[in-house]
Nanobody, 131 residues
Framework: QLQLVESGGGLVQPGGSLRLSCAASGFSLDYRHIGWFRQAPGKEREGVSCVSSSGGRTTYAESVKGRFTISRDNAKNTVYLQMNSLKPEDTAIYYC????????????????????????WGQGTQVTVSS
């Protein structure tokens, strides 16, 4: 069974920080692109961040630039999203997604932010920013 499991969400006050984790089970994240997405009530799913298979390329939504950082630890088969200076508008369910196709380093240096490009999805973790 191929699974992605998000963790690290919770309730935090504005200005606080959280670190989300995306752990893979049943397959390796090596050479796979990973994206973070979020969906708030009444809104469409939006791309938050992406990291390329090599870790050399990252993208961020304009609303989170300077506050969020994506990283990966292939030894732990895990991708992280460090979220600082959280705002109430960051409240959403956060999902991680992985591309099934693998790319060796340098063969696909881009980092797509479109959800349809990814194949594996986690069940999400709730992030609530409120005082």
């Amino acid at each position: 069974q191929l699974q992605l499991v998000e963790s690290g969400g919770g309730l935090v006050q504005p200005g606080g920080s959280l670190r989300l984790s995306c752990a893979a089970s049943g397959f390796s994240l090596d050479y796979r692109h990973i994206g973070w997405f979020r969906q708030a009530p009444g809104k469409e799913r939006e791309g938050v961040s992406c990291v390329s298979s090599s870790g050399g390329r990252t993208t961020y939504a304009e609303s989170v630039k300077g506050r969020f950082t994506i990283s990966r630890d292939n030894a732990k088969n895990t991708v992280y999203l460090q979220m600082n200076s959280l705002k109430p508008e960051d409240t959403a369910i956060y999902y991680c997604a992985a591309k099934e196709r693998t790319f060796s380093s340098g063969t696909y240096p881009g980092c797509p932010s479109m959800g349809y490009w990814y194949d594996y999805w986690g069940q999400g973790t709730q992030v609530t920013v409120s005082s």
